[in-house]
């Protein structure tokens, strides 16, 4: 089984906010490609609350090979809780948005072996050891510094969004 060494255990951002959320859909998916990552979504669970709110789970997981014994993992959870549409006016025009309590939870790590050819037997797995402790010591470092980095531009890519796509309304019934 490969090794997982991970880099950001936990880490979230929440808001309570208005937002557009195929918008945010699809700039965090173009953040993924644009950084070469391979993207799945796991699970999409979209459950009714009544009076045309929704409260929404999703869970992601992205990847990149990093060369034939590393790879960088992303593991995002959304939780979307009152979800609804709402309609805002942004300078006389009328666009359609959503507004609810948003979070978003990641985790980053760097897999390593994570073709298992180091899985066989004890005597591979005590190489494996020796080749990541002293051998690739530096090079293993210098991906979890990179890892780390590329978790938080994520995470600022989100609030970035989160904030640029905040509306100034006028109908008191949004708030």
């Given at each position: 089984?490969p090794?997982?060494?991970?880099?950001?255990?936990?880490?979230k951002?929440?808001?309570?906010?208005?937002?557009?959320?195929?918008?945010?859909?699809?700039?965090?998916?173009?953040?993924?490609?644009?950084?070469?990552?391979?993207f799945?979504?796991?699970?999409?669970?979209?459950?009714d609350?009544?009076?045309g709110?929704?409260?929404?789970?999703?869970?992601?997981?992205?990847?990149?090979?990093?060369?034939?014994?590393?790879?960088?993992?992303?593991?995002?959870?959304?939780?979307?809780?009152?979800?609804e549409d709402?309609?805002?006016?942004?300078?006389?025009?009328?666009?359609?948005?959503?507004?609810?309590?948003?979070e978003?939870?990641?985790?980053?790590?760097?897999?390593?072996?994570?073709?298992?050819?180091?899985?066989?037997?004890?005597?591979?797995?005590?190489?494996?050891?020796?080749?990541?402790?002293?051998?690739?010591?530096?090079?293993?470092?210098?991906?979890?510094?990179?890892?780390?980095?590329?978790?938080?531009?994520?995470?600022?890519?989100?609030?970035?969004?989160?904030?640029?796509h905040r509306f100034?309304y006028?109908?008191?019934?949004?708030?």
């Amino acid at each position: 089984m490969p090794q997982r060494d991970i880099i950001v255990p936990h880490v979230k951002v929440k808001d309570r906010a208005i937002f557009a959320l195929e918008e945010l859909y699809k700039a965090l998916f173009r953040w993924f490609e644009l950084h070469n990552y391979d993207f799945q979504e796991q699970e999409y669970r979209d459950d009714d609350m009544g009076g045309g709110r929704k409260h929404l789970e999703l869970k992601w997981y992205a990847e990149r090979k990093i060369d034939d014994y590393f790879k960088f993992v992303m593991e995002v959870n959304f939780l979307i809780v009152g979800l609804e549409d709402v309609e805002v006016e942004i300078e006389g025009v009328k666009h359609k948005s959503n507004k609810g309590d948003i979070e978003i939870r990641t985790r980053s790590y760097l897999l390593k072996d994570w073709q298992a050819k180091f899985e066989q037997t004890a005597m591979m797995k005590f190489l494996r050891d020796v080749y990541d402790k002293y051998i690739i010591r530096g090079r293993i470092e210098g991906y979890e510094s990179d890892i780390y980095e590329e978790t938080y531009k994520f995470l600022d890519e989100i609030k970035a969004f989160l904030n640029l796509h905040r509306f100034e309304y006028r109908n008191e019934n949004l708030k």
